[in-house]
């Protein structure tokens, strides 16, 4: 549904907080990769955020880099050297962490398993076999089902496999508003199935049961509340292990971090790390985050051309090349994801060339439908067909979570800095 424009208005973001290196690559691709459609990411600042998350973490806790938040192979090397390992949940998310983790600075001993963590609701008989013949360090079991499948696979090919079971908690109490937890879902086992579950699993010979995963949290921005949901994942996994005989190792909390996008506060890594520090894991057991968009977010911009602008019963329009076929984030989660303009002087002489002044704007795509609407309402200086919309965090869940086939426009185009 179209909606009207609002009275509010935000400013747009402003140009100079584009850094340099961005505005001058994306200058330069405007001018030979016209009309625009591109990602540009840098994998050094998706490095440096695992970096920071890691730094500020008790040595028992363990980043994995969650590869659908985005699978870029530059990303990937710029993360693998960076994080103990990657979260992946298909045939290609598994081949492009181990082609990352094969060019590590460090390579792993060559009998050591892969440090790749698997989960999916569904996962196919040729993902748990791919996982298995992988040596994944675990495979985040969703079903009872799925450890029989499992166990069937690596018994066919001679080995065990580490398994973590997937649990849906019953109720987690957490500080705040944020409580979570007793909900039906597609995925993992609901908490008052687990003891049977496990009993089975102790019936399986070819399964190693490491541990348990839960992932519960999302975009969340509260060290507190993201820091009483991980002390509960481990004291209720180290409870649950010691009561059903579980040799427990590993806890994976999943992922969840938030990214502040405008005018919220950014999670603070720093008091998340001192506060889980004052709830340490049995000895010998690794606490596992496995955060998607918040290594990823900041390292991406999504660039598209302005193709058209026109001035509609007073509301002025920017219609791009591009849209939710490139770029569905914003429509799909009801982000409010600004956007920079960076102007591009070239521009045809013979063409007329529409221009807006100090004027709140809508941005929309390049699709038939009034879905393809990016932003509402923003606030430009200036902005004229020809120049670049520019979206900054738009690492995570950009590329690869967008429509591209729908109407069949080239997809955006994908550039590293
Ligand atoms: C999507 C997902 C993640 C990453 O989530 P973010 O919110 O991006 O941190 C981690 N683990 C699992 C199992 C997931 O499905």
Not at 12 to 28: I, K
Not at 56 to 82: C, F, I, M, R, S
Not at 206 to 215: N, Q, T
């Amino acid at each position: 549904m179209e909606l009207p424009p609002s009275a509010a208005h935000r400013a747009a973001y402003p140009l100079t907080r584009l850094p340099e290196r961005v505005r001058t690559r994306l200058t330069e691709l405007a001018r030979t990769h016209a009309p625009l459609a591109a990602y540009l990411y840098d994998p050094d600042t998706a490095a440096a955020r695992a970096r920071e998350l890691r730094a500020a973490l008790p040595d028992w806790a363990a980043v994995y880099y969650a590869v659908k938040a985005n699978a870029h192979p530059a990303v990937l090397a710029g993360l693998a050297d960076h994080v103990d390992g990657f979260e992946v949940a298909s045939v290609s998310e598994l081949t492009l962490a181990r082609t990352a983790l094969d060019a590590r600075t460090d390579p792993r001993p060559a009998a050591a398993p892969t440090p790749v963590l698997a989960a999916g609701p569904a996962k196919s008989t040729a993902v748990l076999t791919a996982l298995v013949r992988a040596d994944a360090e675990s495979i985040n079991a969703e079903s009872l089902l799925e450890l029989h499948r499992i166990n069937h696979i690596a018994q066919r090919h001679g080995t065990t496999a580490r398994v973590s079971l997937r649990v849906n908690p019953a109720h987690i109490p957490l500080t705040g508003s944020l409580q979570m937890g007793g909900v039906p879902s597609a995925f993992g086992v609901p908490e008052p199935d687990v003891p049977a579950v496990l009993a089975e699993a102790a019936t399986l010979p070819a399964l190693d049961v490491v541990g348990f995963h839960i992932h519960a949290a999302s975009g969340n921005l509260d060290a507190e509340s993201h820091a009483a949901y991980v002390r509960w994942c481990v004291t209720w996994a180290t409870d649950t292990a010691r009561a059903h005989g579980i040799d427990l190792r590993q806890i994976d909390t999943g992922g969840g971090l938030g990214v502040a996008f405008e005018d919220e506060k950014p999670f603070d890594t720093a008091r998340f790390g001192a506060l889980i520090a004052d709830t340490p894991p049995p000895p010998g057991v690794r606490v596992i985050l496995e955060p998607g968009r918040y290594l990823a977010a900041e390292c991406g911009w999504y660039a598209a051309e302005v193709t058209d602008l026109k001035n509609s019963y007073g509301h002025w329009y920017a219609m791009l090349r591009g849209g939710i076929n490139h770029f569905q984030l914003p429509t799909s989660w009801d982000i409010v994801h600004n956007i920079a303009v960076l102007p591009v002087d070239d521009w045809p002489a013979e063409l007329p060339r529409p221009t807006a002044e100090d004027a709140p704007l809508t941005v929309v795509g390049e699709l038939c439908t009034p879905e393809d609407t990016l932003l509402r309402d923003v606030r430009v200086d200036r902005i004229r067909a020809g120049d670049l919309v520019v979206f900054p965090n738009a690492g995570s869940y950009g590329w690869e979570f967008a429509m591209p086939h729908f109407l069949g426009h080239p997809a955006a185009e994908r550039h590293v800095l």
